[in-house]
């Protein structure tokens, strides 16, 4: 196969003198008579390749100099110091290879020189991505789950996989894909909640899972999506508190990794990215809505979920993450834990960024009788429940857990304006393809 020596951003000038091989599109071609420009690109940056007529001979310079943009080209030549070139080297090729050659016209343009409809950047996903500023975000996104991986490893958890085609809804409510499944009706799965509980039950004790969530909502915003990467987690013989302080291990050691790891790709984003410092505050819902009634004079009552406009004027107030604590039983899933003491309150909690929530997560109600009391109160049929609840019936282990959206921590983290920037091929309301 081709054998790539470097990748454009391994090259420095003290390679000078050296032959390297390089692989990639044709970013840029400049031609001025004698000599010519081709800017080649990779996933690690631009390189200068000076076309000279007297290394490459007659025929090879003239189809070298017309190889259409964005076409697939290997280059074989020695590595110069040029100071005038952007990166401080040039490489005088011997031999210029066009693997693939791009059909004009171009369906964008990806040296980002024109600006681009997000509809149009989405239909021609595969060209967009050769954007470095769009490319920057996956590689990022990628690094944030190397780093939550080995962090969920460190602290003895095992990674598990549950189904995404399903019989019941996790969270009742509609927001179910309806899927044909032989003669039985089934779903896509709107969260692992239900099995991940089941597996406390078995003795997992302490699982993660890195998969796709479905939610049929109708929403058509910067931060849903119709098909989510969910990172799920649930541990046995914790509670609330013991799992926040997880959660925000997690996030500030993603931040972290990134932060250490990813400086080119940073660098492409024009981003100097700021660790989050832990712990991360912690308010009640009874004090977030208190404070947003007395500063910003939002009328909400004690039960109602907090809406925009609230979210909005506490991410401006507290400016950083934060964890709103202890909601209303009446607000929050049945699998919630009420306060024994206070049960109109209970131990479900949501991770906050001042944009918008990235997590929500909870101590579980792990009493059987309980919690079929609780899928009653929220008017559903525990009959429908019957292969959750008989995980309850054996032993099951107290324990807690939370769901965090993998698009929005990487929107977030890397100030992405539309979550639709944060996946590869999203699914909204009106997008099925590519
Ligand atoms: P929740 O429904 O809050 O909780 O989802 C958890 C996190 O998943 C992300 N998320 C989404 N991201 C993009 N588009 C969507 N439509 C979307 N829906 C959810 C968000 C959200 O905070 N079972 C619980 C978790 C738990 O208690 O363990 C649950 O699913 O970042």
Redo the contacts with the bound molecule.
Sequence with gaps: MILRTHYSGEITPDLDGKEVTLAGFAHETRDLGGIAFLVLRDRMGLAQITLVKKLLGKEAFKSARTISRESVVVVRGQVKIEPKAPRGFEILPTEVKVLSAAQVPLPLDPTEKVECELDTRLDARFMDIRRPCVLAAFEIESAVLKSLREYFYSQSMTEVFTPKIVAAA??GGTDLFPISYFEKEAFLN??P?LYKQMLMSAGMDRVFEIGP?F?A?E?DTR????E?I?I?LEISFADDKDVMNILEGAVAGAYKYVAENCTYHLGVLGLDLQVPKTPFRRITYTEALELAGEKAGVKMQWGDDLDTETERFLGETIGEHYFLTDWPSSIK?YYTLPYEDKPEVCRGF?LMHPRM??????QRVHDYNMLVERIKEKGLDPDGFEFYLKAFRYGMPPHA?????L??LVMTMLKLEN?RDAVIFPRDRRRLVP
């Design positions: 996790t969270e709107q969260s909640q969530i939610r909502e929403h931060r849903h999506l119709n989510a969910s799920d899933p949501d929530e990235l997590a929500s997560g909870a857990g939370w769901g965090l959206g698009s929005r979550i």
